[in-house]
């Protein structure tokens, strides 16, 4: 089951906002078993959206189009929707219901341009969106299904939490669900990394991929569900391979993974002595998703005094060029290590800095395992 995703609006060409949508919609597919074919973004133009319904179809059995339903005179996706599948416009006085309540409970005035909110190609299921006016739909074109959705982000997770989730589930139930293992690693660059992913699998049915984001090299393996048995055994021999190398798995992130180590802590205390704030920038965001109750913080200065006994304190430090300290205390216990960067790393300040704050989150993320 492939799946086409076209993003409907001028504020995405036009680079005023990311097109985060595609990226949410495909990685809710991809965790269905469902592989996404093409991301297409157009402006608010009705030859371009027309030419985008045709073309993107031809490549996918499921099509999601998202933007271009809401109450002004550029929200026309509905129309152009109606007309490529050769269906009239149809009003739905529920949802028009549904809108003067949200609206007037708000305070809001209803005014008539919002009724275009209301017309849906005939057949066409209507999928609630409970967090805004614009309601989202589902009809088959053709062989096609195709689903029509709003454009703000949350409202399409609203949509998605609402009905189209477990619709998309059950259509999924029996397909043949393509299956990706991946692997985080560092230490080794692309090439090498791939060159021992290749010779391993070499004449092996198994697709291959390789995916850079610094300091890490991702390796991913994808095969049907069907071919499961026959191949498990050349992934765990992939997974040997891989092993001296490999940090995570299976999307699974280091600062993820600490961070929930850390809720088990009361106070932390993080000291980055290197120029910048790409530590920071690396772990505080999963520190503030699982540590909201708890009381962290970040320095760029060693703290002279002992830790408390309840405190976690993690330091990383430069020793050289090519050189870190990083160290961990935890009420009487001390542990440090010292990393060097790779040769092919350590050329390059920022991507040296960027290998030193992966390290230490590996190298905290590994002792607390024995330590709480």
């Known amino acids: 089951m492939r799946a086409a995703i076209l993003c409907v609006g001028t504020e995405l060409t036009s680079g005023q906002i990311l097109n985060k949508n595609a990226a949410w919609l495909s990685t809710k597919l991809r965790h269905l078993g469902v592989r996404t074919s093409s991301h ?17 179809s ?16 550029d929200d026309f996706t509905r129309e152009l929707v109606a007309e490529w599948s050769m269906q009239p416009l149809v009003f739905d006085e529920t949802s028009w219901h549904q809108i003067t309540e949200r609206l007037t409970s708000r305070g809001i005035q209803v005014r008539e341009a919002q009724r275009q909110q ?17 309601n989202a ?10 689903f029509v959705l709003p454009g703000p982000p949350k409202e399409i997770a609203a949509v998605w939490a609402n009905e189209l989730g477990q619709l998309l589930q059950s259509q999924t139930a029996g397909i043949d669900k393509m299956i990706t293992y991946s692997w985080d690693t560092l230490g080794l660059g692309e090439s090498d990394i791939a060159h021992l992913t290749e010779t ?5 049915s198994i697709e291959k991929g390789y995916r850079v984001h610094l300091p890490y090299v ?33 999307g699974d992130t280091i600062p993820d993974l600490l961070a929930q180590q850390l809720t088990q802590v009361k106070k932390i205390e993080v000291v980055d002595s290197f120029p910048g704030a790409i530590l920071f920038d690396r772990l505080s965001p999963a520190i503030r998703a699982q540590l909201n109750n708890k009381i962290w913080n970040f320095s760029s200065v060693a703290n002279s005094e002992p830790a408390e006994s309840q405190t976690l304190r993690m330091t990383l430090e430069p020793l050289d060029a090519t050189r870190a300290l990083c160290k961990l205390q935890y009420k009487d216990a001390h542990f440090k290590d010292i990393f060097e960067a790779p040769l092919f790393i350590s050329k ?13 989150m590996i190298f905290w993320h590994k002792t607390l395992k024995n330590l709480i």
Do not use: M, W
């Not at 589902?138 to 299904?145: E, G, P, Q, T």
């Not at 391993?200 to 092996?204: A, E, F, S, T």
């Open 200 to 204: 391993c699998l070499q004449n092996i």
């Open 118 to 134: 209301c017309l849906f190609p005939q057949g066409a299921r209507i999928l609630v969106n409970p967090d805004g006016t614009a």
């Open 137 to 146: 739909f589902y009809l088959r074109v053709a062989d096609k299904d195709v």
């Open 218 to 250: 991702e390796v991913k393996a994808s095969f049907l569900e069907s071919e499961k048995s026959a191949l498990l055994p050349h992934i765990q021999r992939l997974e040997k391979t891989l092993s001296a190398y490999t940090v995570t798995r299976n």
């Open 40 to 56: 297409l973004v157009v402006p608010d133009d009705r030859d371009l959206i027309l030419s985008a319904l045709h073309y993107c």
């Open 58 to 73: 031809k490549n996918c059995d499921t099509l999601f189009v998202t933007g271009g339903l809401g109450p002004t005179t």
């Open 348 to 360: 390059v300040s920022e991507r040296k800095a960027l290998y030193f704050a992966e390290r230490a």
